[in-house]
């Protein structure tokens, strides 16, 4: 079982950057998928992108943010990052991380992960 902590959500215009962090406690998060999700107001939360824990291609991303965000992990500190760059009003939500113990490929379904925790809020201002 881990639990995850997000962090380094915040206040920024438009064409800024952010990067959040995800950190795991317990051992094996290297052993573990992880993804990034978001919500905003009134919406469903929707895929962002994820890493696998192994695989030829470890990182998926959704075609909104392809390009602009990367995500990857510091297995040494069981820390994720999602570096998000050029930011848009649009990226503006509750950003979750999640994880699921060696999951055989991508996931990019939130019902596919069952660790959570608890958002950190991103705000991109026009």
């Known amino acids: 079982q881990v639990q995850l902590v997000e962090s380094g959500g915040g206040l920024v215009q438009a064409g800024g950057s952010l990067r959040l962090s995800c950190a795991a406690s317990g051992r094996s998060f290297s052993s573990y998928t992880v993804g990034w999700f978001r919500q905003a107001p009134g919406k469903e939360r929707e895929f962002v992108g994820a890493i696998n824990w192994s695989g030829p291609s470890p990182t998926g991303y959704a075609d909104s943010v392809k390009g602009r965000f990367t995500i990857s992990r510091d297995n040494a500190k069981n820390t994720v990052y999602l570096q998000m760059n050029s930011l848009k009003p649009e990226d503006t939500a509750v950003y979750y991380c999640?994880?699921?113990?060696?999951?055989?490929?991508?996931?990019?379904?939130?019902?596919?992960?069952?660790?959570w925790g608890q958002g950190t809020q991103v705000t991109v201002s026009a």
């Open positions: 999640a994880a699921v113990f060696k999951a055989p490929s991508m996931r990019d379904s939130d019902y596919s992960y069952d660790y």
